[in-house]
C-alpha cells in the first residue's frame, strides 16, 4: 500500500499524511509541483520529527509518477468527489497506490481518467468533501483493514 499526493498545495495537509505514513510504514510519494516548498514550516511542524522515518518519493511531473507506477505495476485507486462508488464497497489489494488530488482542486480529468478505479468517501448531500488528511486518514484505514497491512 502507497499514498500519493496531487500536486498539494496545503502544507500542514501534507505533513499530517506524511506523518501518518511514518507511522504505518506507508510510502508516500508527492506528484510535484507543491503549492509549497518541502522545507515550509508549516509542512515541517504538522510532521514533525516523523518527517525523516517515512519513504518520501517526490515526482517531478504526473508523467512521471506514472512512468513509474506502470513500471512498478501498481493500481491506482483515486480518492475524487465525482466519483460514484463508495470506499466502504471497494476490494483493495496490497499493490494499491492511494491517490489524493490538490486541497483546492482536486484531480484533473487526465488524472481522473488514468485512475484503475475512483472511489469516494459519502458525505451528507449538500456538503463537498472533507479535509484531505482526514480522507486520506479515513481511505487508508480501511485499507490496511482489509489487507491486513496494519503494523503488529
Not at 13 to 37: D, Q, S
Not at 98 to 115: I, K, M, N, Y
Amino acid at each position: 500500500m502507497q499514498i500519493a499526493l496531487y500536486q498539494p498545495d496545503i502544507a500542514p495537509n501534507a505533513g499530517t499524511i506524511l506523518r501518518m505514513c511514518a507511522c504505518f510504514g506507508i510510502p508516500a510519494h508527492i506528484v510535484e509541483p507543491a503549492g509549497f516548498p518541502v522545507g515550509d514550516r508549516a509542512f515541517r511542524r504538522a510532521g514533525m520529527d516523523y518527517l525523516d522515518r517515512v519513504e518520501l518519493l517526490r515526482h517531478d511531473s504526473w508523467e512521471a509518477f506514472e512512468s513509474w507506477r506502470r513500471r512498478d505495476g501498481r493500481t491506482l485507486v483515486a480518492f475524487t468527489t465525482r466519483a460514484e462508488r463508495s470506499f466502504l464497497a471497494h476490494r483493495f489489494e496490497a499493490r494499491d497506490v492511494l491517490l489524493f488530488g490538490r486541497e483546492s482542486s482536486g484531480l484533473p480529468d487526465t488524472v481522473h481518467a488514468a485512475a484503475d478505479a475512483r472511489l469516494r468517501i459519502p458525505v451528507r448531500p449538500g456538503l463537498r468533501s472533507l479535509n484531505v488528511a482526514l480522507a486520506c486518514a479515513m481511505a487508508l484505514g480501511e485499507a490496511l483493514r482489509q489487507t491486513a497491512g496494519f503494523p503488529d
